[in-house]
């Protein structure tokens, strides 16, 4: 299991250099010039070129990118050009609101998703099925951006239930609750029609049938034996959806105005706030591939024939070192 999980990590460091790379290079030739920005449009061209000396953005492009690459792995993430402030205090202060959206979405769709999808799939071509089919047709087809948009407008603006943006501070979970909604609607559809399938052919396996002649229960049959053979593709679905919804949250903070890392990537956009956009899409992939490698361990415990096959390659492993620890005293 070590080896795997050092495996996968070294596997994740030519990703990230990828996408820091493109990142890095759409940022240099996106048009724009952050010293005119920092100084205002009616500074000299003098005091531009002399701030943009200072910042190092004359040097050659391969020198700037080698550079950002250098101080990152020793930790310095460089300074945002806006607000002169460490991006990994930046990062620091608005992560955990990300986290909170992200986590709490998924949550969501996982205690109500997946139960419907369960329901669906052993009630089929009935009226819960049809109806959650629709539902889940409704929410796949609807934009995020225009969903928050209507929650805000019927329960901060006319009902006045929940407040429709951040307030000073740290936001509280009535701050959650409609962008929660808003950026689970995709991943609850998704879910509900990917237990469905998996449940539907599951339940069509020849030791369900077998689990039922017995004598088991529906109920014990469907949690039991059932549900469990089909958690695989699900916890697939739920980790690439949770990756997503970390990128997705650029949208729904906007909307709510929660100062998170989509939030400060928006911002950083448009200001050509290098360092700040760097660190903002860099945390989202570092943390989207953690939870890959996340799912993938998780395979091995969800699975009886995968937790098998593990063990058994690991005995085999010890009973070889064991035999070629033997040879040279035997000889």
């Not at 986290?99 to 369960?118: D, E, R, V």
């Not at 609807?142 to 929650?151: A, C, V, Y």
Request: overall charge positive.
């Amino acid at each position: 299991m070590i080896k795997y999980i050092i495996k996968r990590v070294l596997m994740l460091i030519p990703v990230l250099l990828g996408i820091s790379l493109l990142i890095f290079t759409v940022m240099n030739i996106s048009s724009g010039d952050p010293a005119r920005a920092l100084l205002s449009d009616y500074a000299s061209q003098e005091d531009v070129d002399k701030l943009r000396e200072e910042m190092g953005l004359n040097d050659p492009f391969l020198e700037q990118y080698g550079r950002y690459i250098w101080n990152a792995l020793h930790g310095d993430l460089g300074t945002s050009y806006q607000s002169g402030q460490p991006v990994v205090q930046l990062i620091a202060q608005r992560y955990p609101t990300t986290i909170k959206l992200a986590l709490g979405s998924i949550l969501l769709s996982i205690i109500f998703g997946i139960p419907i999808g369960i329901l669906s799939a052993v009630k089929q071509y009935s009226l819960i099925d049809n109806a959650s089919m629709l539902l889940s047709m409704l929410l796949t087809s609807t934009p995020s951006f225009w969903l928050g948009l209507m929650l805000l407008i019927v329960f901060s603006l006319t009902l006045h239930w929940l407040p429709a943006t951040q307030a000073l501070g740290t936001p509280t979970i009535k701050h959650f609750i409609l962008p929660w909604i808003t950026l689970n609607c995709m991943t609850f559809a998704l879910l509900i029609r990917m237990s469905r399938s998996t449940m539907l052919e599951v339940i069509r396996q020849d030791y369900i049938r077998t689990a039922k002649a017995k004598g088991a229960t529906d109920r014990r049959v469907t949690f039991k034996h059932a549900l469990r053979n089909a958690l695989l593709p699900i916890v697939t679905v739920i980790g690439t959806q949770l990756s997503v919804q970390l990128g997705g949250s650029v949208v729904v903070e906007s909307v709510f105005a929660l100062n998170g890392i989509g939030t400060m990537a928006i911002n950083g956009i448009k200001a050509k706030d290098t360092p700040v956009v760097m660190a903002a899409i860099m945390f989202i992939a570092i943390v989207g591939g953690i939870i890959n490698l996340l799912v993938d361990i998780g395979y091995v415990f969800i699975d009886p024939r995968l937790k098998s096959q593990f063990f058994k390659g690991k005995k085999k492993e010890k009973a070889k070192n064991a035999e070629q620890k033997q040879l040279p005293s035997s000889t």
